[in-house]
């Protein structure tokens, strides 16, 4: 079963260190979105993805954050630099297109001390 | 006018009981409510979604109920099992445009007791 890939499964970084996370969404996907999910709370939407153009990033703390999908298939979000209040679960989804069902992966736990 | 309100925050049931979560929309322009299942350390999981255009739809145990006119929706789990223990969310969105793009609940975490 195909499945949306993401990587590292858990980060631990320091104050002010840059962090990276990546995502491989579902073959053939053409939007990607990059949730965060606060401990506690349902998710908040980051940042879209339509092929590599960024369709929403309304949501995204441009100041410390941010997110790239070179050549349409892979992403990655970035965070320089971290804040303890980053620590969340960071959740990639993709759907094939705007109006058909999104699928989420794992997520990466970041843990920022 | 962007916020989707879930209740109740936890939930305890007996196995073979059937909860029911309850989530109430202000935006009258969303068109899509799903509902997600997370297991610790997973990422959600679509149960089940529903459009505007009926009010109840059912798939398996699981059925959302729709109430356009008090912009509700809720979900409920027949004979709830044990391995049903996860956190549901609802959701609100625009589903002819932008599935993926969602605002979510808070969450509910359901304990089904053997």
């Known amino acids: 079963e195909a499945e949306v890939a993401q990587s590292p499964r858990y980060k631990i970084t320091e104050k002010s260190q840059a962090v990276a996370f990546w995502c491989d969404p579902i073959s053939g996907h053409a939007t990607l979105y990059w949730y965060r999910q606060i401990l506690g709370q349902g998710p908040e939407l980051l940042v879209q993805f339509q092929d590599e153009s960024v369709v929403d990033d309304s949501q995204l703390p441009k100041d410390r954050f941010s997110a790239e999908r070179l050549k349409g298939v892979d992403s990655t979000l970035k965070i320089q630099p971290a804040e303890l209040g980053d620590s969340a679960m960071y959740l990639c989804?993709?759907?094939?297109?705007?109006?058909?069902?999104?699928?989420f992966g794992q997520g990466t736990r970041l843990t920022v001390v | 006018q962007q916020q989707v309100k879930q209740s109740p925050q936890s939930l305890i049931v007996q196995k073979g009981g059937i909860p029911i979560i309850n989530c109430a929309y202000e935006n009258t322009a969303f068109d899509y409510f799903p509902w997600y299942q997370q297991f610790p350390g997973k990422g959600p999981a679509l149960l089940i979604a529903i459009r505007p255009d009926v009010s109840e739809k059912k798939e398996g145990r699981f059925t959302i109920s729709f109430n356009k006119s008090a912009k509700q929706f809720s979900l409920h789990i027949m004979d709830s099992q044990p391995g049903d223990s996860a956190t549901y969310f609802c959701a609100a969105g625009h589903g002819s445009s932008n599935t993926g793009k969602l605002i979510f609940g808070q969450g509910t975490t359901l304990q089904v007791k053997p």
């Open positions: 989804a993709s759907s094939v297109t705007g109006n058909t069902e999104a699928f």
